[in-house]
């Protein structure tokens, strides 16, 4: 990720009025912190944060890569589907219809599962795996974050 990408993920937090914002990968960390009356000035570093622009605090943590056969790989029975983006999770694609998805549904890496909309855009949400459906962890309507659980899937 690289400092643009920090930049774009801030102006989505100020124009969603998002406070907080963290993103965890294989080999990295980052959290997004906005707002605070004590906040240092800009380009002042405190162990490992960074005070990007107006407030903004991004903390960048090198993270260690799991071993193999370590707690991933005990639970490997679900999967989790998890919003790309930032915006409203809708299960339907208008309030009339019916849901994309229910709870024991077979999917597979093409089935569109639900919507994110965001910045009046609505984006089409796929399983990318194959599998059933075992739960759903956002309820209609509601907002969700990059990168946080929408559904577990059992993988066929």
């Known amino acids: 990720m690289d400092l643009k990408d920090i930049k774009a993920i801030i102006d989505l937090m100020k124009k969603n ?15 997004l912190k ?22 903004t ?3 960048v943590v090198p993270m260690p ?7 991933a790989a005990a639970s490997a029975a679900d999967m989790e589907i998890k919003a790309p983006m930032i915006g409203t999770f809708y299960r ?6 019916g849901n994309y998805v229910e709870v024991g549904a077979e999917v597979n890496p093409d089935t569109v599962v639900c919507i994110i ?28 974050e990059f990168g946080q659980p929408m559904f577990k899937i059992r993988p066929a």
């Open 34 to 55: 906005r707002g605070g009356a004590a906040t240092p000035q800009i380009g002042s570093y405190d162990e490992g944060q960074s005070y990007i622009s107006g407030g």
């Open 92 to 97: 339907a694609p208008s309030p009339e219809a």
């Open 17 to 31: 009025s998002i406070s907080e914002f963290e993103l965890e990968r294989q080999d990295f960390k980052i959290r």
């Open 65 to 71: 890569l799991p071993a193999p056969g370590g707690p």
């Open 57 to 59: 605090v991004a903390t």
């Open 117 to 144: 909309e965001a910045m009046k855009v609505m984006n089409e949400i796929k399983a990318e795996a194959k599998g059933v459906i075992s739960s759903i962890l956002v309820d209609n309507a509601k907002p969700v």
